[in-house]
């Protein structure tokens, strides 16, 4: 069961979708990302803007919401995704987060907001083409000095692509989180 780590809604259990298709984020994985997330952010997550992109359940974006960001919009297009996500929601009573059910690359291109944190978790069959195009698409929705955090699977190859600079890489367990700007 995924639950929310730390902050306002700290211990909610979120509703996850079944199957294969998703895989959440573990607790020790959220843990870690989020203390790293914060580190890189000064500790104040107020002001901050994230966008949660393949949100599966929204745990991302909700945690960050749950720890002081101001808003979050959480971006999927899959049936079972959407569901959870929305049932999320519901249950925490959030305001200052938004559902989008749309693919990721379509959200990207009718968009006109700016975040300052982007979660990037995609399925691990995305190919790295996929994964490139999508952050040549966000580069104009970044805010100043933003953080993009790419979570796959520790066999895959990834490499930022100009101009986004690394910041660094963490694995854990089969995980591995990329951090850029």
């Known amino acids: 069961m995924t639950r929310i780590i730390s902050g306002r809604y700290r211990g909610h ?8 298709a998703t895989r959440p984020t573990t607790d020790r994985v959220r843990e870690a990302m989020f203390t790293t997330l914060g580190s890189m952010l000064g500790g104040q997550w ?8 393949f949100a599966g359940s929204g745990a991302l974006g909700l945690e960050a ?3 002081g960001a101001d808003s979050a919009d959480l971006v999927d297009n899959a049936p079972k995704a959407a569901e959870s996500i929305r049932a999320n929601l ?4 959030v305001a200052s987060v938004r559902f989008h059910r749309r693919a990721a690359s379509a959200f990207l ?9 982007v979660l990037i ?3 691990y069959e995305l190919p790295s083409s996929s994964l490139d195009a999508l952050l040549d698409s966000l580069r104009a929705r970044l805010g100043n000095d933003p953080i993009v955090m790419i979570e796959r699977r520790l066999d895959t190859e990834f490499v930022w692509p100009a101009p986004y600079s690394p910041l660094r ?13």
């Open 65 to 67: 919401v749950s720890r």
């Open 13 to 20: 259990r979120l509703r996850t979708p079944r199957g294969q």
């Open 121 to 123: 978790d995609p399925p």
């Open 90 to 93: 519901t249950s925490l009573g």
């Open 46 to 53: 107020s002001g901050i803007r994230v966008l949660d992109l």
């Open 109 to 117: 291109a009718d968009t006109d907001q700016v975040w300052d944190v």
């Open 169 to 181: 890489d963490k694995t854990y367990g089969t995980t591995r989180l990329w951090y850029g700007r």
